[in-house]
């Protein structure tokens, strides 16, 4: 794991980038969570003539966990859902990045334990690659 900064941490997938990015959405999923969004940048810049190598980022989460939140702090929904980033580093290997969210949360005044039910779902998705 690499804590990059304070702004999030990243870990290396012992597997490669596509299967990684299946995995996550399959674990996500089984989780009884909802995968909201996949952006794909690569292709992105692939459409406007630009070359980057493979970053996905997942919009993940379910309402159970996060509209708790955004009832005790409304403005908590600027950060939520949650969000993951697979990407392709300089060497070939395979990295998952998100914010920690109870840092993110911080900031509203969210209480430890309700970030903490949000931190589970991110460390799923470490534990499973």
């Given at each position: 794991m690499c804590t990059c900064g304070a702004n999030y941490v990243e870990?290396?997938?012992?597997?490669?980038f596509q299967p990684t990015v299946e995995r996550l959405v399959a674990v996500i999923e089984k989780a009884g969570m909802e995968v909201f969004a996949r952006i794909d940048h690569a292709?992105?810049?692939k459409a406007v003539g630009l070359a980057m190598s493979p970053a996905?980022?997942?919009?993940?989460?379910?309402?159970?966990?996060?509209?708790?939140?955004m009832q005790a702090a409304p403005a908590a929904a600027l950060d939520l859902p949650l969000r993951a980033l697979i990407r392709e580093g300089?060497?070939?290997?395979?990295?998952?990045?998100?914010?920690?969210?109870q840092q993110v949360l911080e900031p509203y005044g969210v209480s430890d334990e309700m970030a903490g039910?949000?931190?589970?779902?991110?460390?799923?998705?470490?534990?499973?690659?």
């Open positions: 870990h290396k997938s012992s597997l490669a292709a992105g810049a996905t980022v997942l919009i993940y989460g379910q309402a159970r966990g996060g509209t708790p939140i300089d060497g070939g290997e395979t990295l998952v990045a998100f914010h920690p969210i039910r949000l931190s589970k779902a991110q460390q799923l998705l470490v534990t499973s690659v």
